[in-house]
């Protein structure tokens, strides 16, 4: 994808990735936290998927009744 590869994680693991998209998508929260073009943002996900069956589902746009 436009960010790179393919990225496997639960619910909560996922936060931290969702936090860093939207951070990327705002030019003046960037400047405050000095994130640049050359920065470099270790991210720690601590959850891998839970529910395989939910997360192909999430995966392939179904939805669960």
């Known amino acids: 994808g436009e960010y790179g590869a393919a990225l496997d994680a639960g619910e909560s693991g996922s936060a931290g990735v969702g936090a860093l998209l939207a951070i ?3 030019p003046a929260i960037r400047r405050a936290l000095g994130i640049d073009d050359t920065s470099r943002i270790l991210l720690v996900i601590t959850e891998g998927v839970t529910d395989a069956v939910q997360f192909e589902d ?6 669960r009744a």
């Open 24 to 26: 990327a998508e705002q």
């Open 58 to 63: 999430i995966l392939a746009g179904r939805r």
